[in-house]
């Protein structure tokens, strides 16, 4: 059997257990994995916060939490421009 094949088969095995783990958890916990900052309780719990949020609030500008129109975000780190638009 030729290695490019084996490599080939490899890679579809290991694509197969990803899709395989991802609908167990899906099925056993019942919704999808919560991996969005702004909405994942306990990384806000942890105070963890996403990294347009935390330069903001070092340089001093809008932070993500003002939802204000001129800050380009709208509480979700995912809405945040970093380039201030």
């Known amino acids: 059997m030729p290695s490019w094949l084996i490599l ?5 095995a290991a694509v197969g257990l ?3 783990g991802m609908s167990l ?3 056993i916990k019942g919704h999808h ?5 702004s909405t ?4 806000q719990r942890l ?3 996403c990294a347009v949020q ?8 809008a932070a993500c ?7 380009g975000c709208s509480g979700n780190c995912g809405a945040c421009d970093i380039e201030h638009k």
């Open 8 to 12: 080939l088969l490899c890679a579809v």
């Open 18 to 20: 990803f899709v395989l």
């Open 25 to 27: 958890t899906l099925m």
């Open 33 to 37: 994995i919560d991996s969005e900052i």
């Open 40 to 43: 994942n309780k306990n990384m």
């Open 47 to 49: 105070g963890i916060k």
């Open 54 to 61: 935390e330069t903001r609030e070092e340089d001093g500008t």
């Open 65 to 71: 939490s003002d939802a204000s129109p001129l800050s």
